[in-house]
């Protein structure tokens, strides 16, 4: 049987893809928003405050008053009934800031932007069986910004989409007869090509409030999917992608010296990727930090979410920092409760490190 299985395999591969591909019924996976520990404990406030120690995946802009090159990394630990993350682990959000004289700054992060985790059913003309799919997708920053005046900067870069699948199938041919059933296996290696999308953003800053905005273009890219089966016979395909694009925007006061109020809007078109659809919508985000003293900083927020990827959820969130020796370091830690759907809910546990050196003696 095992001979009929690779005699089979080999002559399906000169054909083409049968069963045809099926991609994941997820689409890219369960979506999740980046930004570092800061936004997160503060709701997800961002795109308007000043001087964050991570760069603002809401708007870069946000960052151009940090004078010291900094290099954070943080991760994330989910407890939550969406079965995509639950007892999954992602890579980290990474962020790097290098300032440089003449109002330069040079900004990058990288992090987790969904995960694929789902089981579906293979139905062909003459056979079924069963798909199980694991992956994910992540996004990338890279771009320079410029303070042209004390008050106002600019921060123009790219932002990067990119991710892989695979698909591990079994499946068998309908046998309405007493013969003996053949079943056969074969795996979608699923690849998105990195595409790229010019990112601008600006920020407006006084010392008592602060204003920003980023508009992100579309990103097109190709999906390549390689099928290998049993016998090492293979068939490829592609397809076309395009992630929408999207606008951030934020504004905050500082009320108080020791307390920081923020309110950030997001809003982005409808996503087609896969044969899936997530829809258009939007959030709005509110949060505050308010500095006790001798290096710690606490933080809370709230994020409602009208559309996208979670349809009516409310996420409440709150944190603490601390600053080490004068703020060459800081750890920061969070937690979120989040509930959308009936009775469906997610806390999640976000923890940051982050390292810096003045270089520029400033």
Not at 32 to 56: E, I, K, L
Not at 119 to 126: F, I, L, M, P, R
Not at 198 to 208: Q, S, V
Not at 286 to 313: C, H, K, N, Q
Request: proline share 4%.
């Amino acid at each position: 049987m095992i001979i009929l299985n690779i005699l089979l395999a080999s002559v399906i591969s000169v054909i083409g893809f049968s069963p045809e591909f099926q991609p994941p019924s997820c689409g890219i996976g369960a979506e999740t928003a980046g930004g570092g520990v800061r936004a997160f404990s503060m709701g997800g406030v961002s795109a308007g405050v000043p001087d964050s120690n991570m760069v603002s995946t809401a708007n870069p802009a946000a960052s151009a008053w940090t004078v010291r090159t900094g290099l954070s990394w943080g991760t994330k630990f989910r407890d939550t009934e969406d079965l995509t993350w639950s007892g999954a682990s992602a890579f980290p959000d990474v962020s790097m800031i290098i300032p440089f004289p003449l109002g330069l700054q040079f900004s990058a992060f990288l992090s987790n932007r969904s995960r694929i985790n789902r089981e579906d059913a293979v139905v062909y003309d003459n056979g079924s069986g069963t798909i199980k799919w694991t992956g994910g997708s992540g996004e990338s920053y890279l771009g320079l910004t410029t303070r042209v005046s004390n008050h106002l900067a600019f921060s123009l870069g790219g932002k990067c989409f990119f991710g892989s699948a695979m698909g591990d199938a079994v499946t068998s041919p309908d046998n309405p007869g007493h013969t003996v059933i053949l079943s056969s296996s074969y795996r979608d290696d699923l690849s998105f090509s990195p595409s790229w999308g010019p990112a601008f953003g600006a920020f407006w800053d006084t010392r008592y409030i602060s204003a920003g905005f980023s508009i992100v273009t579309d990103r097109s890219g190709d999906i390549d999917v390689q099928r290998t089966y049993m016998g090492n016979s293979s068939a490829d395909t592609s397809f076309h992608y395009t992630v929408p694009g999207e606008f951030s925007a934020g504004v905050s006061a500082q009320v108080h010296p020791r307390l920081l109020l923020g309110v950030d809007f997001f809003a982005r078109k409808a996503l087609n990727i896969l044969d899936s659809t997530t829809e258009k919508g939007n959030y709005i985000a509110s949060g505050l930090e308010f500095t006790p003293g001798m290096g710690f900083r606490i933080r809370g927020g709230f994020r409602a979410i009208d559309g996208l990827w979670r349809d009516g959820a409310s996420r409440y969130s709150g944190g603490i920092g601390y600053l080490i020796a004068g703020g060459r370091a800081s750890f920061d830690i969070g937690a979120s409760y989040e509930t959308w759907g009936a009775d469906e809910s997610e806390t999640v546990v976000f923890a940051s490190i982050r390292t810096s050196e003045n270089w520029l003696g400033r």
